[in-house]
């Protein structure tokens, strides 16, 4: 087993902790677990965490089913994977409606319908508001690494025209609760090598939508910058800190 792997996740992973201000003694995290590679690191990285170093803080998960996209993760194995780590792991069931349209402006009578991607990622978010809530918890944690957040740069500045990304720390208004990446630090293949080491269990079926966003197109598009500047990875990690886009209060 490569230890030098875990070792370079753990560090960036205190790091972001450290540098961001991501947790504070007696905070109360939930991590949103889908069950693909990013949330299991996540999840075995905090839970691992919580229990040696400072500040002390505690875990649970949740898992969102949704029975309208055929994809789904292997439940006994994520109840499995949380019993090992003594965390304990919330199962939501729910759906959303993906033909109820919405107003195209406030001015339009013409209505038109979001993207399936939408519906789902804003009705699991709402599960895990939900939650967070009525659980007591203080700090929302997600998967998401530096790549993520880079490409969601990348792709808002092409088709929106602005330079802003996913936060990885973001505290809301309205309500008593804050959304955090502690991978924000992490590079995608380190995740993708850590899970083959570790042997993480691949979903049992594959989101039918996730190959019909521009994501995949900005992927190929960050790849290029960097073969045309080894640096390019720091250089946009770099404009994001100057613009103030990582932590936002």
Request: glycine share 6%; hydrophobic share 35%; net charge positive.
């Amino acid at each position: 087993m490569d230890k030098t792997l875990e070792q370079r996740i753990r560090r960036r992973l205190g790091r972001a902790i450290a540098q961001y201000g991501l947790i504070d003694d007696g905070d109360r995290v939930l991590v949103g677990l889908s069950g693909g590679k990013d949330s299991l690191c996540l999840l075995e990285m905090l839970a691992k965490r919580s229990r040696i170093h400072k500040p002390r803080f505690t875990v649970e998960a949740l898992h969102v089913r949704m029975t309208n996209v055929d994809y789904e993760s292997d439940t006994t194995y994520l109840q499995d994977f949380c019993d090992g780590l003594g965390v304990r792991l919330h199962v939501v069931t729910t759906c959303f409606d993906a033909q109820r349209p919405t107003l195209s402006s406030s001015h339009s009578p013409l209505t038109k319908r979001k993207p399936p991607c939408f519906l789902c990622s804003w009705q699991r978010r709402k599960q895990l508001f939900t939650v967070a809530q009525q659980g007591g918890f203080n700090k929302i944690a997600l998967g998401h690494h530096q790549d993520d957040i880079i490409n969601t740069a990348l792709m808002n500045l092409t088709f929106q025209g602005q330079f802003a990304t996913m936060p990885a720390f973001l505290r809301f208004r309205k309500m008593p609760l804050a959304i955090i990446r502690p991978l924000c630090l992490v590079e995608e293949a380190d995740i993708s090598s850590y899970a083959e080491q570790q042997d993480y269990r691949r979903q049992l079926k594959r989101c039918p939508h996730e190959h019909e966003t521009n994501r995949t197109a900005i992927k190929g598009l960050f790849a290029q910058m960097q073969t045309l500047h080894a640096d390019a990875r720091q250089s946009v990690w770099n404009a994001l800190e100057s613009a103030g886009k990582l932590v936002e209060y």
